[in-house]
């Protein structure tokens, strides 16, 4: 994916007729990049960017967003892995709520939902992908129902929501934001995953941060997030800067070994799947108890260092409905 006009060009023009899904602001907007199928704008107001709805993807996109030969792969991959690597994700939650029922967002294929039974949350999840949800369903046995966040008629009866991953594809986030709030008991918390535009990887990484794509129409900042929940009624208890190395892995490091070392790079793009991303990481992270203590050691030393330090492109972002 890349750039079809150098920066110093972009940089000189402006989008109009838009309106910032952040902070509401219609005017004074920049194009920050242009790729072939469709172009980064900024909010002159908040700095928010993102990919006008002009340019989203089609609205059934996530209705069939990972197919069965992908389902194969996960049903393949390290469940143990996976169970030690999500229950990281209840230690940041618990310091914030100790137990209630939680509502997991965009599920995927249910792995965060599955084990929510090994902590004090009663766990359920939402995904719109059909092809998800009956694997979460069927091959895990636990409740993701197949559907659409938005058209949830629950109110008040959940202590946590959480949303991993899922913000930065939402055309249109305060709404998303809003049925979070509706959802939610007073004092409950949403916890929200994304990849952090402010932080010094993105900002180093320019154009060819991995996280910039069609589907993410969203890359907020810690501020823009910050911002998005104030206006639904939300207040922010903390932001965790961390990465994941899964997605560092998969999604950035051995797409470019491939197209590195790719015959084809010359004639044509490496193509490169959910299902190819899976695979590698199985083929990675397969092995036996030993094998998969020590991975899960390093994973967690990674996030609490990155943590810690402070340095990563990702952000988890915690706060109540108040």
Known sequence: MQPIQPD?????????????????NASGFRIVYRFSTFKLVECSACKFRFVPPSEHLPPDYYARYKDEAVALEVAKA??????????????????????????DVGAGWGHFVWAGRYTTFQTEGIEPSEQNAKFASQHLNVPVKHGDFLDMNAEEVFDVVTMWDVLEHINEPITFVQQAYRVLKSGGIVVIKVPDASSPIAKLSGRIWHNISQEHVNLFGKKT?????????????????????????????????????????????????????????????????????VIANAHSAVIKLSEWLRIGDEMVVIAQKT
Do not use: H
Not at 86 to 101: D, H, M
């Open 8 to 24: 110093s060009a972009i940089r000189k023009e402006t989008e109009q007729g838009l309106k910032c899904p952040v902070c509401s």
């Open 78 to 103: 390290n469940a143990d892995l996976k169970l030690v690597m999500n229950l990281e994700r209840y230690k940041w939650i618990s310091k914030f709520k100790s137990a209630g029922r939680l509502l």
């Open 225 to 293: 997030l910050s911002l998005l929940l104030q206006r639904c009624g939300f207040k922010t208890l903390k932001i965790i800067v961390t990465l994941e190395p899964k997605n560092i892995l998969v999604y950035a490091v051995i797409p470019w070994l491939k197209r590195a070392f790719s015959f084809k790079r010359r004639t044509a793009q490496l193509t490169y799947t959910n299902a190819d991303a899976q695979r590698s990481f199985n083929a990675i992270t397969k092995g036996g108890k030993f094998k998969t203590a």
